[in-house]
């Protein structure tokens, strides 16, 4: 039955561990960060950086997208997930991988380790994978957002097969160009192929769902997802094949066009919504996605400015930084506080509704630490952008230190959640 | 003797009306978790039906279709009667035609909502 999909949902076992872990990665990320000020005022292939550029896209980022899609699967694809022991098997492998790739990263051991962690890595990745696309086969009315999600995987199978690659190259060097245009292919692969469809796929259901907005164009969505898709695709080609500069910047147009209909559509969200009070989660949401316009304008920057200059590498810095951190990070908080007190209410409380007087989902977390967080987010991501820019350490450790700061209350949060005991009283 | 009866369904009438009052008033409590007002204001009450013995049957709907909190809402609405009337039975159908839309909301939804 339609809008029954609680019944499809996944255990909150299976769920909130990823939740867990992705609060500890990103307290490792920034306290990492902090310690490498130099390495990100320098250079951006760094090993140091790529360990934990890793850690934030893998074990924060990833980790918590995982738990999240598990959740969101069942709503947006109205139906279970295939298994939820081979997630359980995900789980558990993806988190050795995440430690195992990162510490080869970390210490450099290109040419040994990172063979053995890169392949466990794509083998963890591809139980994920298998396990969403034969949940997609199981869907009777595929929409325009289960096709982003489900294209999203695809791209994200990509996305491992060339990492797995360069790092199989370390070892028995078969590749023709140099590892650092490899990376790049990678990481836009990841970037604009796995993430931005994600973020297009979940967010224009459940931007919508919860500003309750409705009889919105959708056709919007359908021009964003072959704009973003064929130009990724050109792009893909090109970078393997011609290397020009010309098609690059057709491909970044394409892109650009796709992310104009989704922030078109998102506008029209927000704009016809009737819930005017925006809570933390939606605010920073709403912030996350007007974000994206800021790694869109620096890769054009970067794509028609040629030499490589000590500025253009800060400027890729920012680039990467602005993404994981402007965008995804921005977007995963909110989400975060829009689906983890549900999960836990719901698993809590559901055989109690309507007997006994339960809280609400949003009394679960400390809606002042959530705003504290907010602000001090903001804060935090400003001055490492400012502190890159400008070259100044000092400006960039505040940053870094207050991220920090932020990772905690995050984390606090996330566990007060998870370590919350049921409490009930009589209605009367 | 006819008219007895007559004044008889009349007033059988009147307490089913009366109940449907009550049922109405006890699903103006029931919240909608996430948006944190109640169905009735919401508009997400389509109909209550009371067959005069045991019976209740209520016809809703939801803010969207894919609502993660259905099944909670549902039980919800169930319970809250039941405890009231312990021996009834309550049939929840939840229909999505007509679709819900902001002109469903009552006036004091509007003002909850902030709109």
Redesign the interface.
Known sequence: MNGLQTANAPSSKIVVPHFVVGGIALLIVAILLAISTPELLTAYFDNKLIAITHIAILGWASMMVFGALYQLIPVVYETSLYSEKLASLTFWLFLISIGFLSYSFWIASYSNLLFYASLLMFFSLLLFIINLHLTYRKTKKPNIQSKFINTGIYWLAATELLGTLVAFNFKYNFLSDSHLHYLKIHAHLGLVGWFLLLIIGAASILIPMFMISHNLNAKKLDYSYYFINISLLLAMTNWFLFQSKYVSILAWIGIAIGVVFFLSFVYETYSTRLRRKLDVGLKYTVISISFLIIPILLALFLLISGNSTAFILRVTTIYGISMIFGVISMLIFGQTYKTLPFIIWLDRYQNYVGKYKTPLPRQLYSEKLADVQFYSYLFAISFIIIGVILKQAVILQIGTSVLIFVALLNLANILKMVWHKTKIEDLD | MNSTNKETIKSKEEIVEIEIDIIENILSH??D????IDIVNLGLIYEVDYDGKNTVAIEMT???????????IV??????I??KYPDFKVDVK?V?EP????GM?TEAGKVM???
């Open positions: 029931v919240m978790p996430e948006i944190e939801l803010s969207t279709p894919a609502c993660p909190l259905s099944d909670a039980a919800s609405v169930k319970e809250s039941k405890r939840l999505f679709r819900w839309h902001a909301i909502l902030g709109m």
